[in-house]
């Protein structure tokens, strides 16, 4: 009995670990602009994020490509982009191609993809 007992304080103390660092945002509906900067701030590397990018350029092209629902990001604010990537990490942006991609991304990451992205030109 004991034993059960423990494993439920367990499983229950994990699901509530899981949800803290899952749930990063203010609200469910949006990222809040104070999170947005604060992420920003994490990282300032462009060179990082030219190196995190490469794994974007098989679909992010740099011109809009006919037929295709992938939005060109280049060219965006840091703010944009940045607030994206959260809102997809969150599940508040619903898409599954992305929430792929951004769940192996943390804030530094997040941060170095914005800024470098920022820089480039349409
Ligand atoms: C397998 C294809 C694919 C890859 C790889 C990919 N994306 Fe995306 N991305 C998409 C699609 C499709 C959308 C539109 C999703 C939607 O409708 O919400 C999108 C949307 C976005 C948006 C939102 C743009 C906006 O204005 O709303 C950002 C930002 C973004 N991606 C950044 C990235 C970054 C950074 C990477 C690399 C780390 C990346 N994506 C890799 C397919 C991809």
Known sequence: MRASVTTGAFIFASVLAATSLFIHADSNTSVSEQDVSKVLAVSNDV??????????????????????????????SSEHIAQ???????????????????????????????????????
């Open 47 to 76: 060179a990082y994020g030219e190196y995190l990018a490469g794994e974007c350029a098989s679909c992010h092209a740099t011109t809009a490509v006919s037929g295709s629902n992938v939005p060109v990001i280049q060219g965006a």
């Open 84 to 122: 994206a990537l959260l809102e997809y990490r969150n599940g508040i942006r619903d898409n599954s191609t992305m929430r792929n991609v951004v769940s192996a991304l943390g804030d530094e990451e997040i941060a170095a993809l914005a800024h470098y992205f920022a820089q480039q030109t349409k």
